[in-house]
């Protein structure tokens, strides 16, 4: 199971736009796809999917359900765990309660390809929580210069903590190809003389009228697009995620987990 983290710096890029819709693409790829809702401040990843949700996190934390209970299939193929307000709930899960939540997290392994994580924007300790225990980053950007310059603060806070951290970046709605190059290259080059960092471009989704329209009516602009547009746009992400190299951590994903969630609890405590 390959585990990314979808964030960003600032709010309002498409974040979770991006997280449901390069899902549902590496779905259509053959891939078994969980995401999960981790946006502690705004948990609307079931809205963005077009698909209510009956249970959340919160009912797990509470020990109303179990998370297997409360997987809901969503578009597209893929499933999906809604966040409702259990994230800040699940943040501060110890003791018994936090391994029985792990232990269940786990046995979704052997069934999914792809877990993501949709993440909350900025730098709080929930999304260093998922970022630092993730397989790898997947940091939407928009090219406005204050997108960039959050999207540099979140990269620069990752790395501290994790400095061989995998971070591949989305530059969403850009005018093309060379728009996304352009934009890129500069943070690339600033990550590289204040960080000495090296991102990875995971590739862009141009601005598109058709992706407003399908967001309007709850439906994930892949499935409305196709390979048209900026459907074409994700598709050609998942590609790339899909046949980029990557290597599994000496340290497993569940154990480094245990550890992001302990690391979060002693910041707050």
Request: overall charge neutral; charged content about 20%.
């Amino acid at each position: 199971m390959r585990s990314i983290a979808v964030t960003s710096g600032k709010g309002g890029v498409g974040k979770t736009n991006i997280s449901s819709n390069l899902a549902i693409a590496l779905a259509q790829q053959g891939h078994r796809v969980v995401v999960m809702d981790a946006d502690l401040g705004l948990a609307n990843l079931d809205v963005v999917l077009g698909t209510r949700a009956a249970c959340t996190l919160q009912h797990v934390c509470s020990g109303e359900k179990r998370l297997r209970e409360i997987l809901t299939n969503g578009p597209g193929g893929i499933r999906f765990i809604a966040g409702g307000s259990g994230v800040q709930e699940l943040i501060n899960l110890t003791g018994n309660e936090l391994e029985q939540f792990l232990a269940e997290l786990a046995e979704l392994e052997s069934e999914t390809d792809f877990l993501i994580f949709d993440t909350g924007a900025g730098v709080d300790e929930s999304v260093m929580t998922f970022a630092l225990a993730a397989d790898e980053v997947l940091l939407v950007t928009t090219p406005d210069p204050a997108s960039i310059t959050d999207a540099y603060a979140t990269a620069k806070l990752i790395f501290a903590n994790k400095p061989s951290a995998l971070i591949r970046v989305v530059l969403n709605m850009v005018a093309d190809e060379a728009h996304a190059q352009s934009v890129f290259a500069r943070l690339q080059a600033i990550a590289r003389q204040f960080l000495g960092k090296k991102l990875h471009l995971a590739g862009y989704v141009r601005q598109d009228p058709n992706v407003v329209q399908a967001i309007r009516r709850r439906e994930p602009f892949v499935l409305a697009l196709g390979n048209r547009g900026a459907g074409s746009d994700i598709l050609r992400i998942a590609a790339a995620i899909t046949g980029a190299e990557w290597e599994p951590e000496p340290v497993g994903f569940f154990d480094r987990l245990r550890l992001a969630f302990g690391g979060a609890r002693k910041k707050t405590a």
